[in-house]
């Protein structure tokens, strides 16, 4: 399984950005994917998780995203896609995805490149 997400960028305080996470090889081998986050200086934080293998594509989300933030999915274009709105200063970070052995992404397996978020006015 090889992941890599897109779609980082310079946005303003309030404004809205979606990242894309784009994944190979067969979805047999995870269930499903996670999105996390580091900032200079701090911890990575899981943003959030969303089912792959499941037909529901259940998602949970991080307390400091949730209202904010959407996972969803396009199983025929392998893509998971993070909308991320109502930005805020302390969303900047590099956002990487990661594919989970498990449906509620405790065993990580892959870990895709980064996309940096940088929210500024």
């Known amino acids: 399984v090889q992941l890599q997400a897109y779609g980082g960028g310079l946005v303003q305080p309030g404004g809205s950005l979606r990242l894309s996470c784009v994944h190979s090889?067969?979805?047999?081998?995870?269930?499903?994917i996670a999105w996390f986050r580091q900032a200079p200086g701090k911890e990575r934080e899981r943003v959030g998780c969303?089912?792959?293998?499941?037909?529901?594509?259940?998602?949970n989300y991080a307390d400091s995203v949730k209202g904010r933030f959407t996972l969803s999915r396009d199983n025929a274009k392998n893509t998971v896609y993070l909308q991320m709105n109502s930005l805020k200063p302390e969303d900047m970070g590099v956002y990487y995805c990661?594919?989970?052995?498990?449906?509620?992404?405790?065993?990580?397996?892959?870990w895709g490149q980064g996309t940096l978020v940088t929210v500024s006015s």
């Open positions: 990661a594919a989970a052995i498990d449906s509620q992404c405790r065993a990580l397996r892959t």
């Open positions: 090889g067969s979805t047999l081998d995870f269930n499903a």
């Open positions: 969303i089912a792959i293998s499941s037909s529901d594509g259940r998602t």
